[in-house]
């Protein structure tokens, strides 16, 4: 699956995405959540720590609860939002 | 106001020019772009022989920031999501305001100073809901569309900016 990093994220990640295999963050026999990718992600970006506390998150291209046990599949691709600063 | 009531005199019913309460990408135009945007094809765009009002936001880049000198703004876009937040704030638009047709337009990349960063464009057949809902387009962009903007001053420092809070329940609707 893959992941994408914007501004101050993408600053943080030193890149703007990754592509994540989802058997590399889930617990054996547990079906991978966003949850444990966006564990999964500070521990491969440690900068990334402070960004995801104040972003928003996109689960293809919808906003999408942190904190949400929603499963992911193969073909998702999650956003790290920092805050919006368009117009 | 009723919605078969016109601003200073009735239309016997039926006679009220169409507004469309669904968006639909024949009359509700959005573009991202790294080219120069233009008011006047914005306003082509909305422009329309029923309407009795074309109203426009444009935002452009201020020269200074707290008393510090602005040198540009570097903007970066989330496209397709951008595009799906941009078919729901609009659809919400058209559920609270009569509306002909409307443009959202933004810039991404490099925006100098006195530039347009933003267009937003609306038509209607009065003047309150096509003001009202240029107003409640624009703070709905701010608040969500996955759009950032670097402020690159001349001291040679770089911040990316964050929008103020937006409260988006202060838009009521024109027509109920």
């Avoid at chain 1, 963050?25 to 992600?41: E, I, M, R, W």
């Avoid at chain 2, 082509?44 to 703004?73: H, M, Q």
């Avoid at chain 2, 100098?112 to 209607?124: C, E, F, K, L, P």
């Avoid at chain 2, 103020?164 to 838009?171: G, I, R, Y």
């Amino acid at each position: 699956m893959k992941v994408l990093y914007f501004a101050s994220a993408r600053d943080a990640a030193g890149q703007g995405e990754d592509t994540i295999n989802l058997s590399s963050f889930s617990a054996k026999g547990q079906h991978p959540t966003l949850d444990d990718l966006l564990g999964h992600v500070q521990t491969i970006h440690d900068r990334l720590r402070p960004i995801i506390k104040t972003s928003l998150v996109s689960l293809n291209s919808e906003y999408v609860l942190k904190g949400s046990s929603v499963k992911l599949n193969d073909s998702d691709e999650v956003a790290i939002i920092p805050q919006v600063s368009g117009g | 106001m009723d919605k078969n009531a016109c601003c200073n005199h009735q239309h016997p019913p039926g006679e009220l020019p169409k507004h469309h309460e669904n968006v639909d990408e024949s009359h509700d135009h959005f573009l991202i772009s790294s080219e120069p945007l233009s008011l006047d094809r914005a306003c082509a765009l909305v422009r329309d022989d029923a309407a009795g009002a074309i109203s426009t936001f444009e935002g452009t880049t201020r020269s200074t920031f707290n008393g510090k000198g602005v040198v540009r703004l570097e903007y970066e876009a989330y496209e397709p999501m951008a595009k799906k937040e941009w078919l729901k704030i609009t659809q919400e638009a058209r559920s609270k305001y009569l509306l002909l047709s409307t443009v959202m337009h933004h810039r991404i990349g490099e925006v100098a100073v006195g530039q347009t960063s933003v267009i937003v464009a609306a038509s209607s057949a009065h003047r309150a809901d096509a003001i009202n809902a240029v107003h409640f387009l624009i703070d709905s962009l701010k608040a969500r569309l996955p759009i950032w903007k670097k402020e690159l001053l001349d001291d040679g420092t770089d911040t990316w900016k964050q929008n103020e809070p937006v409260d988006l329940d202060a838009h009521r609707s024109t027509t109920n």
